[in-house]
Nanobody
Framework: QVQLVESGGGLVQAGESLRLSCAAS????????MGWHRQAPGKQRELVASISSRGWTNYADSVKGRFTISRDVAKNTVSLQMNSLNPEDTAVYYC?????????WGQGTQVTVSS
């Protein structure tokens, strides 16, 4: 069973930065793509950023230029560097890994941005 463990969430002030990490229990090349999603209270879960097995990246318009997704193949981790955070970024952030038939999810990590 694939396990994804997120870390790095917390409480920051507007304008500050956070870095989230997702550690996978197996090689990240096992997956077609990995990504970060978020869900704010009362809102649907949305894709924030993704990275394919070939290294192609994709970002939600709301985070372009502020967030960067990256991976460390040797450590089987995918990270999300979040800069210039604002209160609208407050949410639970989830790591996701897509195989060709199954999506795996982490338990989520809370990010809270105060104004």
């Amino acid at each position: 069973q694939v396990q994804l463990v997120e870390s790095g969430g917390g409480l920051v002030q507007a304008g500050e930065s956070l870095r989230l990490s997702c550690a996978a229990s197996e090689s990240i090349f096992s997956f077609n793509a990995m990504g970060w999603h978020r869900q704010a209270p009362g809102k649907q879960r949305e894709l924030v950023a993704s990275i394919s097995s070939r290294g192609w990246t994709n970002y939600a318009d709301s985070v372009k230029g502020r967030f960067t997704i990256s991976r460390d193949v040797a450590k089987n981790t995918v990270s999300l560097q979040m800069n210039s955070l604002n209160p609208e970024d407050t949410a639970v952030y989830y790591c996701e890994a897509d195989s060709f038939s199954t999506a795996y999810w982490g338990q989520g990590t809370q990010v809270t941005v105060s104004s």
